[in-house]
């Protein structure tokens, strides 16, 4: 009996107190960002359920012909129509998009705060990659980082609502919007602006600057 107990908080006991913890100080640092307790928990736990969530905005017709033979045509092959949906992830682009608008008209420096989002957006462009079948793919530190340190260069009076625009903006508009054309060319299906391989460095950035606020 006392096997099973320590196997079982092994797998799922210890595990669930980090996340307890992990959400406790990722909450009490958004309160440092100007919001309230519930509020805090409310925008960390949406932002995780909201990355299963994809939005379309746009729907497009794919047709793909299959390639001539080089032997008598004896078969006639139709074409093969598919679709491709341009859709829009709630937890990695319309909440940070909503907070980072919130965060630019209470307390965060205008120009500073665009600064530092045009300068990570032009490094999340140059570093992100489009990879079939997942979408734009861009290195889960690199939002977080660029952000951080941006904001501690041009926004010092003020770092944190710069660092949390400015990771998760400029890595949208950087990584997605920029290469949004490239992302329609890959595959069929559905292409999630601030999904897939961009959502774990909007989250991240978001946190980062949580945590730079605290500190």
Sequence with gaps: MIT?????MLIFGI?????????NVATLS???????PEGAFFLFTFSLIGSLINIPIKREKIVTRPKPSKFP?????????????????LGGALIPLCFSIYLLVTRAPIFQSLLCTAIVAVICYFIARPIPGKG??????????SAALVAMIFARSNPAPAAYIAGTIGT???????????MKRTAPGILSIGGAG??????????VAAFLAAV
């Design 4 to 8: 099973l107990f320590i196997i079982f």
């Design 15 to 23: 595990p669930a107190l980090f996340f307890l913890f992990y959400l």
């Design 30 to 36: 958004f309160e440092t960002l100007g919001l309230s």
């Design 73 to 89: 045509v004896f078969f006639y092959y139709p074409p093969v129509v598919s679709e491709q949906i341009i859709a829009i992830n």
């Design 136 to 145: 734009i793919v861009v290195p889960a530190m690199v939002p977080p980082l």
């Design 172 to 182: 949208l508009i950087g990584a997605d919007l920029l290469h949004l054309e490239e």
């Design 198 to 207: 961009v959502y774990d460095g909007v989250f991240l950035a978001g946190l």
